[in-house]
C-alpha cells in the first residue's frame, strides 16, 4: 500500500478513536461534574442541530476550499472546543453551559471533518494507486476494531486518570489526526473536475444557497443510485439504533440479562471486521451484484434471528450476521459513491448526505420507543425487521441498483447524464 493510503487510514483511524472516547469519557465527566443526568441528554441534543447544519454548509464550504485543508481544520476545531474545557474549568470553573457551549463549537467540527475525509478518497485512489474496493474494504474495517477497542480504552482512561486529563488525551487525539493529515500531499486536496484537472471553486458568499441547493438536488432528485445508497444507509442505521438502543436492552433487563446488550454491540463490530476485511481481499475478483445480493441476504437472515428475541446465543449469532453481511455491503456502497458523486459535488453532496444521516439514531429511537411503548416489544422488533426487509427487497429488485460492474454503472452513468 502507498504512503497517502497509509497516512489518511492512519488519520481516520486517529480522528474515530477520539470521537469515541469522547463519546463515553464527555457524558461521565458531565454527571461527575454536575452531578445532572438530565445535562447529559441535553448535551447530546445540543450538539446535534450544529451537527446537522454543519454537514448542510460545510458541504458547501469543502466544495470551495483545499479539501486537505479543510480536514485539518475540522480537527482542529474539535481539538480546540474539548481542550477549552480544563481550561475553562482551571480558570472559571466548568458548568452545564459551558460544557453545551463547546460541545455546540465541537460539532462543527465533526461532521464538516468527516465529510472532508469522505470528499479525499477519490484522491487518495488516484495518488496511491490502489484500487477503491481495497481502500473502502480497509476503511470499513477501521470503524468496527475502534467499535470495538474504543469504548474498553475510554473506560480505562476514565478509571485509571482524572477528568481533566481524559480531555487533554481527547482533544489531543484531534490534534495528532489533524497534524497526520497535514503529512497528505497538498495536492491530494485540490478541487478537481470529473477528467481530474484542478478548477477554480467559487469564492463568493452570495453563491452559498444556490450551491447548497445544486447538492441537494443531485442527492433528492439526481442520480437514483446516490438516492439509493442515501435510503439503505438511512434504513441501516435506523433499524441496528432501534434494536441496539430500544429493544435489546429492554429485552434482556427483562429477562435479567441487562449487561448483554452490549455485547451485542461488540458482535456487530466482529462481524463487520471480519466481512469487510474479506471484501479488502476479495472485493474485486468478484461480481458486485454478488456481494450485494449476498450481503442484503445476510442482513435479513441475521436482523431476523435478533427481531424473534430467541436465546441469548441466537441473538449473538444474528448480530456477528448482520455485521459480516454489513461490512461489504458498506464498503460496496462506499465505492460506488465514489463513482457516482461528480468532483465539483463532492463536498456539498456528501456533507448533505452526512447531515441526513445524523437525524436517524435519535429518530430511530424515539420512534422504537414508542412502538415498544404501544404495541410491545416483540411487535416493535418485528416492525423493524419489516422496514428493513422492504428495503432490501427495493434494493434487489429496484433498477437503481441493477448495474453495479464499472463498466455497466459508467454506461449507465453517462446514460443518465444524457437525459439531464
Known amino acids: 500500500m502507498k504512503r497517502v493510503a497509509v497516512i489518511y487510514l492512519a488519520s481516520y483511524t486517529i480522528s474515530l478513536f477520539g470521537n469515541s472516547i469522547a463519546a463515553v469519557a464527555l457524558p461521565l465527566i458531565v454527571l461527575a461534574t454536575t452531578g445532572n443526568v438530565f445535562g447529559a441528554g441535553?448535551?447530546?441534543?445540543?450538539?446535534?442541530?450544529?451537527?446537522?447544519?454543519?454537514?448542510?454548509?460545510?458541504?458547501?464550504?469543502?466544495?470551495?476550499?483545499?479539501?486537505?485543508?479543510?480536514?485539518?481544520a475540522s480537527d482542529l476545531i474539535s481539538a480546540g472546543a474539548v481542550a477549552a474545557l480544563p481550561i475553562v474549568d482551571l480558570v472559571l470553573g466548568l458548568n452545564l453551559g459551558w460544557f453545551i457551549v463547546f460541545a455546540v463549537i465541537g460539532a462543527f467540527g465533526d461532521i464538516p471533518g468527516m465529510t472532508a475525509r469522505?470528499?479525499?478518497?477519490?484522491?487518495?485512489?488516484?495518488?496511491?494507486?490502489?484500487?477503491?474496493?481495497?481502500?473502502?474494504?480497509?476503511?470499513?474495517?477501521?470503524?468496527?476494531?475502534?467499535?470495538?477497542?474504543?469504548?474498553?480504552?475510554?473506560g480505562t482512561l476514565m478509571?485509571?486518570?482524572?477528568?481533566?486529563?481524559?480531555?487533554?488525551?481527547?482533544?489531543?487525539?484531534?490534534?495528532?489526526?489533524?497534524?497526520?493529515?497535514?503529512?497528505?500531499?497538498?495536492?491530494?486536496?485540490v478541487i478537481v473536475d470529473d477528467d481530474g484537472q484542478p478548477v477554480n471553486a467559487p469564492t463568493s458568499l452570495r453563491t452559498a444557497g444556490s450551491e447548497l441547493r445544486e447538492?441537494?438536488?443531485?442527492?433528492?432528485?439526481?442520480?437514483?443510485?446516490?438516492?439509493?445508497?442515501l435510503v439503505i444507509n438511512l434504513l441501516l442505521i435506523g433499524v441496528l439504533t432501534g434494536f441496539q438502543n430500544v429493544v435489546l436492552p429492554a429485552h434482556f433487563t427483562s429477562i435479567g440479562q441487562g449487561g448483554t446488550a452490549g455485547?451485542?454491540?461488540?458482535?456487530?463490530?466482529?462481524?463487520?471486521?471480519?466481512?469487510?476485511?474479506?471484501?479488502?481481499?476479495?472485493?474485486?475478483r468478484i461480481r458486485r451484484r454478488t456481494w450485494f445480493t449476498i450481503g442484503m441476504g445476510g442482513t435479513v437472515a441475521g436482523f431476523t434471528a435478533i427481531a424473534l428475541l430467541p436465546a441469548t446465543p441466537l441473538i449473538l449469532a444474528g448480530a456477528v450476521l448482520v455485521g459480516l453481511s454489513t461490512g461489504p455491503v458498506g464498503a460496496l456502497l462506499g465505492v460506488l459513491l465514489i463513482e457516482s458523486?461528480?468532483?465539483?459535488?463532492?463536498?456539498?453532496?456528501?456533507?448533505?448526505?452526512?447531515?441526513?444521516?445524523?437525524?436517524?439514531?435519535?429518530v430511530a429511537a424515539f420512534g422504537a420507543a414508542v412502538l415498544a411503548?404501544?404495541?410491545?416489544?416483540?411487535?416493535?422488533?418485528?416492525?423493524?425487521?419489516?422496514?428493513?426487509?422492504?428495503?432490501?427487497?427495493?434494493?434487489?429488485?429496484?433498477?437503481?441498483?441493477?448495474?453495479?460492474?464499472?463498466?455497466?454503472?459508467?454506461?449507465t452513468e453517462a446514460d443518465h447524464a444524457d437525459q439531464q
Open 373 to 411: 411503548t404501544w404495541l410491545g416489544l416483540r411487535a416493535a422488533a418485528l416492525v423493524l425487521l419489516c422496514a428493513w426487509i422492504a428495503c432490501v427487497v427495493f434494493s434487489l429488485f429496484g433498477k437503481a441498483f441493477r448495474n453495479l460492474e464499472p463498466n455497466d454503472h459508467a454506461a
Open 42 to 72: 441535553l448535551l447530546a441534543l445540543a450538539s446535534g442541530i450544529p451537527s446537522v447544519l454543519g454537514g448542510l454548509f460545510g458541504g458547501v464550504l469543502i466544495d470551495r476550499v483545499n479539501r486537505r485543508t479543510a480536514s485539518i
Open 263 to 284: 455485547f451485542v454491540l461488540s458482535a456487530v463490530g466482529l462481524g463487520t471486521l471480519l466481512g469487510a476485511g474479506l471484501y479488502a481481499v476479495l472485493g474485486p
Open 215 to 229: 447538492g441537494l438536488r443531485f442527492l433528492f432528485r439526481g442520480n437514483p443510485l446516490v438516492r439509493g445508497v
Open 118 to 154: 469522505e470528499t479525499m478518497l477519490p484522491a487518495i485512489v488516484r495518488h496511491s494507486g490502489i484500487s477503491a474496493e481495497r481502500l473502502m474494504g480497509i476503511r470499513e474495517s477501521i470503524a468496527p476494531l475502534v467499535m470495538l477497542l474504543g469504548p474498553g480504552i475510554a
Open 159 to 189: 478509571f485509571t486518570l482524572d477528568g481533566t486529563t481524559v480531555l487533554w488525551v481527547t482533544a489531543a487525539t484531534s490534534g495528532i489526526a489533524a497534524l497526520t493529515t497535514l503529512l497528505l500531499p497538498r495536492a491530494v486536496g
Open 341 to 362: 458523486i461528480p468532483e465539483r459535488l463532492r463536498g456539498r453532496v456528501t456533507g448533505a448526505q452526512n447531515a441526513v444521516l445524523t437525524t436517524a439514531p435519535p
